[in-house]
Nanobody
Framework: QVQLVESGGGLVQAGGSLRLSCAASGRTFIFSRYNMGWFRQAPGKEREFVAG????????NYADSVKGRFTISRDSTKNMVYLQMNSLKPEDTAVYYC?????????????????WGQGTQVTVSS
């Protein structure tokens, strides 16, 4: 069984920063073999890709809406994934989810991700 547990969400003013963390665990889960992604879902909207990092950490991908503001990273010694979010905007308000994917290449579609966390709320006030 694989567990992904997000933390670090909260309420922040526009222009502020937050750092989300995702702790991955599981008896048979080999963290270094999974691409990791962050997705978000706002009320009434579909879940959307935010950022992804390849299993080796050498490749990253970002949604256009967050490029230059968000940074994804991973620490394979701790089985952790992070999302540093700077210059936050009210439109970044959503529940943010961590996800793991065993594909060979980094994917942006939520359909292919195998495992999901429960989500953490990020609210950006104007």
């Amino acid at each position: 069984q694989v567990q992904l547990v997000e933390s670090g969400g909260g309420l922040v003013q526009a222009g502020g920063s937050l750092r989300l963390s995702c702790a991955a665990s599981g008896r048979t889960f080999i963290f270094s073999r999974y691409n990791m992604g962050w997705f978000r879902q706002a009320p009434g909207k579909e879940r959307e890709f935010v950022a992804g990092i390849s299993w080796g950490g050498g490749g990253t991908n970002y949604a256009d809406s967050v490029k230059g503001r968000f940074t994804i990273s991973r620490d394979s010694t701790k089985n952790m994934v992070y999302l540093q979010m700077n210059s936050l905007k009210p439109e970044d308000t959503a529940v943010y989810y961590c996800a793991a994917d065993s594909s060979w290449v980094l994917q942006m579609s939520h359909d292919v991700y195998n495992y999901w966390g429960q989500g953490t709320q990020v609210t950006v006030s104007s």
